[in-house]
Nanobody, 125 residues
Framework: DVQLQASGGGLVQAGGSLRLSCAAS????????IGWFRQAPGKEREAVSC????????YYADSVKGRFTSSSENTKNTVYLQMNSLKSDDTAVYYC??????????????????WGQGTLVTVSS
């Protein structure tokens, strides 16, 4: 079975950092891009970052560019999201997800094939 286990959320002050991890299993890791999405209270789920397996490049939403960094540790089938300079607007439940293809450029919720469970990130101002 496909499993995506996200971890690393928590409470942090504005300006602080967190690193989220997504451990994947049950599928060929190199065949699918992995994305991070988030959903704040009362808002729709949105893409944060997707890391492409086809070329190793990462896509970032404009709101997180320069602050967040995605990386992949293929030997551990794990993707990370390093979040720096956190703002209160970053408060949300963060989900990792497997995209349908190896390309991360179609980083949209309708390209998600499997969702992991979420991890809550709360940024206090």
């Amino acid at each position: 079975d496909v499993q995506l286990q996200a971890s690393g959320g928590g409470l942090v002050q504005a300006g602080g950092s967190l690193r989220l991890s997504c451990a994947a299993s049950g599928f060929t890791f190199d065949d699918h891009a992995i994305g991070w999405f988030r959903q704040a209270p009362g808002k729709e789920r949105e893409a944060v970052s997707c890391i492409s397996k086809s070329d190793g490049m990462a896509y970032y939403a404009d709101s997180v560019k320069g602050r967040f960094t995605s990386s992949s540790e293929n030997t551990k089938n794990t993707v990370y999201l390093q979040m720096n300079s956190l703002k209160s607007d970053d408060t949300a439940v963060y989900y990792c997800a497997r995209l349908m293809s190896a390309s991360g450029y179609q980083c949209y919720t309708d390209q998600v094939h499997y969702w992991g469970q979420g991890t809550l990130v709360t940024v206090s101002s």
